[in-house]
Every structure is written in structure tokens, then in C-alpha cells.
């Protein structure tokens, strides 16, 4: 089962800022938050992940809060390409063998991005 | 170039034929898997498979087994199959230390 809780669907502007919240109230000392999207008839793409510190990359940022219990992914600048489900997902970065280490999906936060 | 490809894109079947989908992956990973994604979207792991471990969710009816010849091919063979496979069905890999798992197109299977 998944461990986060998501909003089922959010709209945004197109230019403006997405801010996708994601709780994860029961999220382990090892487990990083990891953030996935998957547009429409393509398989889901890794965005982002993190432990602890805030992080960013050239597709978003991600804001951990300091209990760790929940987070925000951050799209600067949304596009109508940006329009996806949008998984966050928490588990250990390793592999540690067994089904500890693999990806469980919920149901996830669908953006809408609109002109 | 493609990092993960699976065949065929599309697969139109009918009930109780038995079926393979194929699975290569160039990145070097060490680990694959397979995902079934049903009509409702919830998307669930099938089987993953490092070198010689095979995790099988346990949800997974027998009638799939992966096949795996070497390490950067996980191929999905499923026999007898029902109306309620139809779905699509994603290959997936990752290592030890990559960042996240890279995932192929999907497969549609419509089985009828």
C-alpha cells in the first residue's frame, strides 16, 4: 500500500507555479520521497527525489518540510506540457533486496494545466 | 537510443491464447520489473528481478512468469489468457545507485 496521500486532481494557469502537495506522515528515517509523473499513454518519469534538504533540478523543486511528514513538488513555470499524474512516493534509495526497495504507486495528484 | 523498449506496443488477442511481451534495457541496470496498469490507472508491481531473485507480488495469478536470458531483458509470458489481463503493461529498470527506475512505453494488451 502507499504510504502518501495526495489531492486526486489540481489545476494550474499555464506560466504560473505548480505546487503539488504530498503527505507522508509515517515516512522512515532511510526512506527519501521520491516524485514520479506520467502523461498520458507513456510510461511514468522519474522528476525528482530527496531526503531531507530541499532540492531542485532543471524539471523542479522539491520542498521537504523538517518532520519530513510531508512535502511540495514545485513546477517554476507550467506548461501545457506539464499536464500528467503526478505520483510522490517514499522508499529507501537502495535496493536493499526483497520488496522493501520497490516502487509502490498510489493514486497520485492529476494536473490539469490550462491555457 | 531508447533506454527501455518493450514489444509489441499493441497486442490484440484472444481469451485463452498464450501471449509474450518482450523487454530490453541498455542503461546497465541490474534490476527490472514489470507493472500492470489496469483500466482504473492503478498502476501495480508485478514482479521484480535482480540477477537471480525473483519477487513475485503475491497477487500475481501463475499464468505470468517472467523470463529472463540475460540481464538487460525481462520478458513477460502469459498463458491462458482472460478478459481481465487486458491492460497495459510497463517494463521498468533501475540500480543500486540510479536515482529512480526508467520505464518503458507500455504494452496495451486487449485480450477479447
Known amino acids: 500500500d502507499a504510504k502518501t496521500t495526495q489531492p486526486p486532481s489540481m489545476d494550474c494557469a499555464e506560466g504560473r507555479a505548480a505546487n503539488l502537495p504530498c503527505n507522508h506522515s509515517t515516512i522512515s528515517g532511510n526512506e527519501y520521497v521520491y516524485w514520479y509523473r506520467q502523461i498520458h499513454s507513456q510510461g511514468p518519469q522519474y522528476i525528482i527525489h530527496?531526503?531531507?534538504n530541499n532540492e531542485t533540478n532543471e524539471m523542479a523543486s522539491l520542498i521537504i518540510t523538517e518532520d519530513r511528514k510531508s512535502s511540495t513538488l514545485i513546477l517554476p513555470h507550467a506548461t501545457l506540457r506539464d499536464t500528467a499524474v503526478y505520483y510522490c512516493?517514499?522508499?529507501?534509495?537502495?535496493?536493499?533486496?526483497?520488496?522493501?526497495?520497490?516502487?509502490?504507486f498510489g493514486k497520485g495528484t492529476k494536473l490539469s494545466v490550462k491555457p | 537510443d531508447t533506454a527501455v523498449s518493450q514489444t509489441p506496443k499493441y497486442l490484440v488477442t484472444q481469451m485463452g491464447n498464450d501471449k509474450s511481451i518482450k523487454c530490453e534495457q541498455n542503461l546497465g541496470h541490474d534490476t527490472m520489473y514489470w507493472y500492470k496498469q489496469d483500466s482504473k490507472k492503478f498502476l501495480k508491481i508485478m514482479f521484480s528481478?535482480?540477477?537471480?531473485?525473483?519477487?513475485i507480488n503475491e497477487t500475481v495469478p501463475n499464468r505470468f512468469s517472467p523470463k529472463s536470458p540475460d540481464k538487460a531483458h525481462l520478458n513477460l509470458h502469459i498463458n491462458s489468457l482472460e478478459l481481465g489481463d487486458s491492460a497495459v503493461y510497463f517494463c521498468?529498470?533501475?540500480?543500486?545507485?540510479?536515482?529512480?527506475?526508467?520505464f518503458g512505453s507500455g504494452t496495451r494488451l486487449t485480450v477479447v
Open positions: 530527496g531526503l531531507k
Open positions: 521498468a529498470s533501475s540500480s543500486r545507485d540510479s536515482y529512480g527506475y526508467t
Open positions: 512516493i517514499v522508499r529507501p534509495m537502495m535496493n536493499y533486496g526483497g520488496s522493501q526497495g520497490n516502487l509502490i
Open positions: 528481478y535482480n540477477n537471480k531473485e525473483l519477487i
